[in-house]
Structures are given as C-alpha cells and as structure tokens.
C-alpha cells in the first residue's frame, strides 16, 4: 500500500526566505506526482503536476523535483511572501486506474 | 470556466438522515473521484469511476454509494448518516488517455452529523 509522508506537519518562516517541502512515497512505482494548494476553508489548487519521466517542473517561484528511485519530491519555493501562507499537499498517481494517495500536508506560515 | 462543481457547500444533518452531494464537471473528464479530508489525517478516498457506468471501491467505501449514469455528474449518497460522516468531502476529476493528467478539484462540502 503507498504511504505518503510529509514532514513537518507545519512551518513558520520570515518573509524573503527561500524554503524547501519535502514529501516522500513508500512505492515508487508511481505515474505522477502533484503538489496542491490548500487554503482554510477552500478547495485544492493544482500547482504543479510532474511525470514520471520528468525530474522537475517550474512555476513561477515554485519548482517541483522528483526522484522516483528514492521516492522523493520536493517543492521549493523562492523568496517566500505573506501569500504563500497555506497548507501544501503532496499526492502520488499508483496503481491501476492511477488513484491519488495523498500526504497530511504541510501548513505553511509566513510571517511579514 | 466552472471546472468542478460542488453543492451544497454546508449541510448539517441528523444521525441517521440521508443525503446526497452532488458533483458536476464541465471538462469532459472521465475520472472522477470522491474523497474525505479530516483534521490531521489527510485526504482519503472513498469512491472513484473511470467511465459512465463504472465505478469502484476506495480506501474509505463503508457507508457511502455512489453512481455514474453520465460523464459529467457523480454524485456520493449517504445513507443513516453517523457522527463519523463529519467530514469534508470534496470530488475531483481528470482527463486520462494513458498520459495521467492533473487532477482538479471542487470547492467541497462541509457536512456535519449531529
């Protein structure tokens, strides 16, 4: 069964700061991989879809790396602002019918 | 552009009532997925479907049911509703011809079982 983990449960930075989520998977026979965005109280926002054939995606300050064979991701944010301040999920596509199994995520604070 | 559709947004309900939340998506997706997201434990999933007509078992299945008579529309029924049902459930959906594509996400139903 795929176990996907995400630590720390919370992380509270200054602004400016350039910070690393990690996210990690127990199988790594996964098709993708997809960093969300939640906000108290809100749905998810998609921010970074990454395949499996990829080793990393951009998007604005955000970049996403994958590395299968350590069953590793991280998200790295640049520069970070008051804005950024949400909870950060990770989710992982294995499986037949590529079900997502996601981690607990982690609350992002970023003080001004 | 509505993408992923949700209603009610807030429902409270009784133990023991029945419900059904809808989920409506415009995209022309053929996944579609159920999950429920409780404090400090993540997002879980209950149902999904691959197709109209086809629909399967998640982690979190027991005391739901689900159908899908169209491409567009899921909906997650609760029947005798209990305290554990509090939740909050949200439907996604996604396009897949083999390449996995990103999922999307509705805006979700807060539901409370009193």
């Known amino acids: 069964k795929q176990e996907v983990t995400q630590i720390p449960a919370a992380l509270s930075v200054p602004e400016g700061e350039n910070l690393v989520l990690n996210c990690s998977f127990t199988?790594?026979?996964?098709?993708?991989l997809q960093w969300f965005r939640q906000d108290p109280g809100k749905g998810l926002t998609s921010l970074l879809l990454?395949?499996?054939?990829?080793r990393e995606q951009t998007s604005g300050r955000l970049n996403a790396s994958l590395d299968k064979s350590s069953g590793r991701s991280t998200l790295y944010i640049a520069a970070s602002q008051p804005g950024d301040s949400a909870t950060y999920l990770c989710?992982?596509?294995?499986?037949?019918?590529?079900?997502?199994?996601f981690g607990k995520g982690i609350t992002l604070s970023v003080r001004p | 552009n509505a993408g992923v559709t949700q209603t009610p947004k807030f429902r409270i309900l009784k133990i023991g009532q029945s419900m059904t939340l809808q989920c409506t998506q415009d995209?022309?997706?053929?996944?579609m997925y159920w999950y429920r997201q409780d404090p400090g434990m993540g997002l879980k999933l209950i149902y999904y479907s691959v197709g109209a007509g086809i629909t399967d078992k998640g982690e979190v299945p027991n005391g739901y049911n689900v159908s899908r008579s169209t491409t567009e529309d899921f909906p997650l029924r609760l029947e005798l509703a209990a305290p554990s049902q509090t939740s909050v459930y949200f439907c996604?959906?996604?396009?897949?011809?083999?390449?996995?594509?990103?999922?999307?996400f509705g805006q979700g139903t807060r539901l409370t079982v009193v």
């Open positions: 990454i395949q499996s054939s990829q």
């Open positions: 995209m022309n997706h053929n996944y």
């Open positions: 996604a959906s996604r396009f897949d011809d083999g390449t996995n594509t990103e999922a999307f």
């Open positions: 989710a992982v596509y294995t499986g037949a019918n590529s079900k997502l199994t």
């Open positions: 199988d790594s026979a996964i098709y993708n």
